[in-house]
Nanobody
Framework: QVQLVESGGGLVQAGGSLRLSCAGS????????LGWFRQAPGKEREFVAA????????KYGDSVKGRFTISRDNAKNTVYLQMNSLKPEDTAVYSC??????????????????WGQGTQVTVSS
């Protein structure tokens, strides 16, 4: 069982930066793939980024490549999402998720077993 709690969301102007954090509980946290997803009002949940259990591999959604960076610190049971060059279209609720079998990166939210409650990110123009 893994519990996830996000933090770091807020209001930022276009072109600015934010860093999201997701703290996990459980001794098996370091064995999971961790991912970030986002959902804007009226839209489907969108894959943002994922990272393998040891941080060796990462994967990004096309809309955030080159602007966002996912990382993890297993000693702190935490995964991060550094978001740079933010755009108004990045406005959404951002959620972190954990998936067993920590070596396989997937983009479908259906493959993730545990979810945080989400944190709001609003980018003003």
């Amino acid at each position: 069982q893994v519990q996830l709690v996000e933090s770091g969301g807020g209001l930022v102007q276009a072109g600015g930066s934010l860093r999201l954090s997701c703290a996990g509980s459980g001794r098996t946290f370091s064995s999971y793939v961790l991912g970030w997803f986002r959902q804007a009002p009226g839209k489907e949940r969108e894959f943002v980024a994922a990272i393998t259990y040891n941080g060796g591999l990462t994967k990004y959604g096309d809309s955030v490549k080159g602007r966002f960076t996912i990382s993890r610190d297993n000693a702190k049971n935490t995964v991060y999402l550094q978001m740079n060059s933010l755009k108004p279209e990045d406005t959404a609720v951002y959620s972190c998720a954990a998936k067993a079998l920590g070596t396989i990166l997937v983009t479908s939210p259906l493959r993730y077993n545990y979810w945080g409650q989400g944190t709001q990110v609003t980018v003003s123009s």
